[in-house]
């Protein structure tokens, strides 16, 4: 085994023929004339390498069939290339899409990925301990309460990055973290169906990283804020208690009995679903009677009856900026951004409109 931990995939051999010996590191300096330095520079995709040269040692990369041993680099450049996931849910858009952009950004930079599902039976300290153990860093989605307490667990010495919830005003996640203003989204979706005519916009609430009793998530904070700025006494929050479409169902079928109401807002697009699915049934059409806006821009918010106006939110560039944040952890000579906040934009399609006469 090549000490700096490289090697090509495997040899050849047949009867009467001796095994092929794998290229090596040294074998690619020599084929492309230069040192076995510059090759490890241009496989980590260091900056610091001319184009010409680049374009010659990838050309001899490819010819001798070279490959990368993960194990033995990580022997020789003391870093661990892999990454373990803490999550509660992988099926969820936030989350699923949140995964999605990790992936990306961990194969592109030569890192294997590994997802551990939490429940609320787990012992964290154990769960947190053995996934820690293999080495590398630790990814935290942390959107609700169970991620949120497993970033707070997880020890000082270990490397780790989390996506989370926009933390509150002055306060900062315990460890390097990424999020989306979805509080100033809130907001602005808020003040948009003010704007078509709404005397007040009700609000149906997903679980926080703070849990689901009195306090309030980001997107609550930010309907609020927009309805108290506007002058108007926001109505009590409903929901906090699920995520999913059926949740949203019992909530619209109380709101679709109050006459008074005519605007909604969704903490997220599955709630949303299951808002119009109530109006439906109660006979209020949508936006004519109501308008209801949802919250992630998940895949089929654009093809329901009607299409849903929606917070877009860019959970794969979450994914992928928490990445890096975790390989700057990981990776002594990588320097990303030490936050990211990525934007939101709200998609107006045709659930949302005037208020009625």
């Not at 930079?109 to 820690?132: C, F, Q, W």
Request: aromatic share 4%.
């Amino acid at each position: 085994m090549d000490v700096t931990g490289h090697t090509s995939p495997g040899s050849h051999s047949g009867p009467g023929r001796e095994p092929r010996k794998a290229a090596g590191i040294r074998d690619v300096a020599r084929a492309a004339g230069v040192s076995y330095q510059t090759v490890s520079r241009v496989i980590n995709h260091s900056p610091n390498v001319r184009e010409e040269t680049r374009k010659r040692v990838e050309a001899a990369i490819q010819t001798l069939g070279f490959r990368r041993n993960p194990t033995a680099f990580a022997l020789a450049s003391g870093v661990t290339r892999s990454v373990t996931v803490l999550t509660s849910n992988t099926t969820l858009h936030g989350y699923a899409a949140t995964l999605q952009g990790l992936e990306e950004a961990a194969r592109a930079a030569g890192y294997s990925l590994g997802v551990k599902v939490l429940t609320p039976e787990d012992d964290l300290d154990r769960t947190i301990s053995s996934a820690a153990a293999d080495g590398g860093g630790l990814m935290v989605i942390g959107f609700d309460r169970l991620g949120a307490t497993a970033l707070g667990r997880v020890p000082a010495d270990v490397p780790c990055a989390a996506v989370v919830e926009a933390p509150p005003h002055g306060r900062t996640p315990p460890r390097p973290a990424v999020w989306a203003d979805d509080r100033e989204a809130a907001r602005a979706a808020t003040a948009y169906l003010l704007r078509l005519g709404h005397r007040t916009v009700h609000y149906v609430a997903i679980p926080t990283s703070a849990g689901t009793g009195h306090a309030e998530g980001p997107r609550a904070q930010g309907w609020r804020a927009a309805l108290e700025a506007a002058g108007v006494t926001p109505p009590g929050p409903l929901g906090g208690g699920g995520w999913d479409a059926r949740a949203g169902y019992d909530e619209g079928r109380r709101l679709a009995g109050d006459p008074d109401v005519t605007a909604v807002l969704c903490g997220n697009d599955d709630l949303a679903l299951g808002v119009l699915r109530a109006l439906h049934h109660a006979g209020r059409p949508v936006p004519e009677d109501v308008s209801v806006i949802g919250f992630d821009d998940a895949p089929h918010a654009g093809y329901l009856t009607p299409s849903l106006t929606t917070v877009r939110m860019d959970f794969q560039g979450l994914g992928r900026d928490a990445f890096e944040l975790l390989r700057g952890r990981l990776e002594r000579d990588h320097r990303p951004a030490a936050a990211t906040f990525t934007g939101t934009e709200l998609i107006i399609r045709e659930s949302s409109g005037g208020a009625r006469a």
